[in-house]
């Protein structure tokens, strides 16, 4: 168990859709990371907060969102959702700044319709 | 733009013998970090070791160990006496100074009994 806790474990959904996907870091981490790994494919950058601010923006559509709250959970909002947006969408913590080590969740599956 | 390329899609090895799956990557910078994770069928992300790029030694743990040459901008990891537990797609990363921690595209490594 690495303490990073994501929910929904499985979500299926139609096309046009919007869904939100939660992360609770692990106690004590600032970083959260946002990453996308479609089918037997490897894992994309989406993107990065820290204490409650953007720090770094990957390959993420403009249909999605997220934010890091006071609390440090984190949510990925998905909007006018395309079949192609059916992934294993996984959510990371690490300690500290600059420490390079991810915690990682196990993972929301969505399956868009 | 770093990258992180992983030249072997898939590979096998028999039980007790060793492997070695190879990764480059492009940087310009000269601090940063690398990573091997490994990901079982159950798709949880799992840390397998870690390299500081200042450091000169190369990481090991226990079977696991890598092969860091900065110059030729080349990380390899070797798995010694392979088992059935090892079955995965292992992919490699590249992490810097702010955060942001990419992944290459995984190889996925059979264990042959």
């Known amino acids: 168990d690495s303490g990073v806790t994501q929910t929904p474990k499985h979500l299926i959904t139609a096309t046009g859709q919007r869904v939100t996907l939660r992360c609770s870091p692990r106690?004590?981490?600032?970083?959260v990371y946002w990453y996308q790994q479609s089918l037997d494919q490897g894992l994309q950058f989406l993107i990065q907060?820290?204490?409650?601010?953007?720090?770094a923006k990957g390959n993420i559509l403009e249909r999605f969102s997220a934010q890091q709250f006071p609390d440090l959970h984190s949510e990925l909002n998905l909007s006018s959702l395309e079949l192609g947006d059916s992934a294993l969408y996984f959510c990371?913590?690490?300690?500290?700044?600059?420490?390079?080590?991810?915690?990682f969740g196990e993972g929301s599956r969505l399956t868009v319709l | 733009a770093q990258t992180v390329t992983q030249s072997q899609p898939e590979m096998s090895v028999q039980e007790a013998e060793t492997v070695t799956l190879s990764c480059t990557y492009d940087?310009?910078?000269?601090?940063?970090?690398l990573f091997w994770y490994k990901q079982p069928p159950s798709r949880q992300m799992i840390l397998v070791i870690r390299?500081?790029?200042?450091?000169?030694q190369n990481a090991t743990e226990n079977r696991f160990s890598v092969n860091f040459q900065k110059a030729a901008k080349s990380f390899s990891l070797k798995i010694s006496d392979s088992q059935l537990g090892d079955a995965a797609m292992y992919f490699c990363?590249?992490?810097?100074?702010?955060?942001?921690?990419?992944f290459g595209k995984g190889t996925r490594l059979h264990i042959l009994p």
């Open positions: 106690s004590g981490d600032l970083s």
């Open positions: 940087t310009s910078e000269s601090d940063y970090y």
């Open positions: 990363a590249y992490g810097d100074r702010d955060d942001k921690i990419i």
């Open positions: 990371a913590s690490s300690v500290v700044s600059g420490s390079g080590e991810l915690f």
């Open positions: 390299q500081e790029a200042y450091k000169q």
């Open positions: 907060y820290y204490n409650g601010e953007e720090r």
